[in-house]
Nanobody
Framework: QVQLVESGGGLVQSGDSLRLSCAAS????????MGWFRRAPGKGREFVAA????????YYAASVKGRFTISRANAENTVYLRMNSLKPEDTADYFC????????????WGQGTQVTVSS
């Protein structure tokens, strides 16, 4: 069973940086795409970024492109989300998720980590 554990959230000021981590276990991830999503207070879930494990190809939402960077550490089965130039509108619960090449949907999710950006 796949397990995803996020960490690294916190309270920061506008313009600050944070790095979120997602430790994955329970399966071989060579065919996986790992994604980060967020849910702001009172809003729906939003895609943030994703990385294809096999070749490192990355995908970003327009709202974070140029400020956020997703990366992976193969040996540790860990995915990172480096968030720079944070804005109050980045305040949300951040979740990592995984989908495999045999599925179109993200089937496993972490418990989330909270990011609060004060102005």
């Amino acid at each position: 069973q796949v397990q995803l554990v996020e960490s690294g959230g916190g309270l920061v000021q506008s313009g600050d940086s944070l790095r979120l981590s997602c430790a994955a276990s329970g399966r071989t991830f060579s065919s996986a795409t790992m994604g980060w999503f967020r849910r702001a207070p009172g809003k729906g879930r939003e895609f943030v970024a994703a990385i294809r494990w096999s070749d490192g190809r990355t995908y970003y939402a327009a709202s974070v492109k140029g400020r956020f960077t997703i990366s992976r550490a193969n040996a540790e089965n860990t995915v990172y989300l480096r968030m720079n130039s944070l804005k109050p509108e980045d305040t949300a619960d951040y979740f990592c998720a995984v989908k495999f090449s045999d599925s179109a949907d993200y089937g496993s999710w972490g418990q989330g980590t909270q990011v609060t950006v004060s102005s």
